[in-house]
């Protein structure tokens, strides 16, 4: 089997027909990745040597990535032996994801389109996550869809859910119109590697569009939970949405010191915030980016945009980390 060598000196065997970033993770070799279907770009990482083949088309690159070399490890298998330039995150204490039963605590719409579901979980099955991960929900049939969770740990081992509706969905028509308390699900996580690294004495800034403030709603609240000198130097959200009636929370209950800056696309005449891009409205600020880290969450224009803007303004490539939110391919 081919041997791939990661740039830290980690190396792994791939077997055919299996992915980069499962022979990875089944070998204990943590790569960075979130939607594991090639359409977002969390596994992004470059070939230095070897051949590698595509199981399925790599929506999350570029035309001008893929020339240069770039590949997604999630849909990539190796024909060769492999060099490769990878977020190695094997230094980091992941929880490792687990199956479990659980049941629908409560459900309470927070927008028109947007319902927050409260899950319990078995009191006899301890479970943990890190703040920003995700979590797939196995419905009837097996269908499968994956929600950030919105909280950090808690002692009753809560977790809250916010879950757009998506036309036609599935898995929508289900939290929709016939979930109801105490309905029995299973889940499968913690997944992904969206947390937050060590951001000690740096300006902490979360790019969010839509419910993609779960994550970083989780990651708010966990550095509550952190002491003084582990937090960053300042924190700042800005939170992006159409219209006023999509921006549903405000960290409100938050004790630590921080800024919130709702922006919208499609403000009316008495919207006197900020408007348009979250990313346009942070570079309006006209930061200083040489101390900044970013934590970008939500729909797969604004990561890609949100990144490319960033870059280009003086962002250091590996302070820029994100979480695409991409619909099923199978609704």
């Not at 309905?183 to 996580?189: S, T």
């Not at 890609?304 to 803007?309: I, L, Q």
Request: hydrophobic share 40%.
């Amino acid at each position: 089997m081919p041997i791939v060598t990661t740039t830290a000196g980690k190396t792994f065997n791939v077997a055919p027909a299996e992915s980069i970033l499962d022979a990875a993770l089944k070998q204990g070799v943590q790569l960075a990745y979130s939607c594991r279907t090639g359409r977002c770009s969390s596994c992004k990482c470059k070939v230095g040597s070897g051949t590698t083949s595509a199981m399925s088309p790599e929506l999350g690159l570029s035309e001008d990535e893929k020339v240069h070399g770039w590949v997604l490890a999630c849909v990539r298998t190796a024909e060769t032996d492999l060099s490769i330039e990878a977020d190695d995150l094997s230094g980091q204490t992941i929880p490792p994801p687990r199956t479990l039963p659980c049941r629908i605590h409560t459900l309470d719409k927070l927008a028109p389109d947007v319902l927050k579901a409260t899950l319990r979980l078995p009191p006899s099955s301890p479970w943990a996550f890190l703040p920003g991960q995700y979590i797939d929900i196995i419905g009837q049939g097996g269908v499968r869809r994956s929600y950030s969770v919105a909280n950090a740990s808690r002692a009753d081992q809560m977790l809250e859910l916010h879950i757009r509706a998506v036309e036609n969905g599935v898995m929508s028509r289900y939290w929709f119109e016939q979930a109801k308390p105490n309905d029995l699900l299973r889940l499968n996580g913690p997944l992904g590697t969206f947390f937050l690294r060590d951001v000690s004495q740096l300006d902490l800034v979360f790019l969010a569009t839509g419910t993609g403030i779960a994550p970083v709603k989780a990651m708010l609240e966990g550095l509550e939970k952190m002491t003084q000198e582990q937090r960053p130097r300042a924190i700042t959200v800005f939170w992006g949405g159409r219209t006023a009636a999509d921006l549903y929370w405000a960290p409100s209950g938050l004790t630590m010191p921080h800024r919130f800056v709702p922006v919208l696309s499609r403000g009316n005449d008495t919207w006197l915030g900020a408007r348009g891009h979250v990313q346009d409205a942070l570079l309006s600020e006209g930061v200083d980016l040489t101390n900044t880290v970013v934590y970008a969450c939500g729909s797969d224009a604004m990561i890609h945009g949100a990144r490319h803007a960033l870059l280009q303004a003086g962002l250091q490539k590996n302070r820029f980390l994100s979480d695409a939110f991409v619909c099923s391919a199978a609704v």
